[in-house]
């Protein structure tokens, strides 16, 4: 499944339970569309926010985001991993 890294440029008042309290509800609805959030990062000082995400596509990804909490990606990338 392809691998994708999601980026939130500017999150308004990101705080640590802010971006925990995202993550879960991204958890609780992701097999509706086959989705894995892996993991995410954020920085509070300047609201940005990457998540690390399997999905079939980017438009499940995005939809994931958009049914759990509405804090749409400014952009996602298909990635691969590398050592």
Known sequence: ?????????????????????????????QGKYGVNYIRYWYDEGTGKVFCLVQAPSKEAAAAVHRESHGVMADDIIEVKEGS
């Open 1 to 29: 499944m392809p691998l994708y890294l999601d980026v939130h440029n500017k999150v308004d008042g990101l705080s640590t339970q802010m971006a925990a309290e995202a993550h879960k509800k991204d958890l609780a609805v």
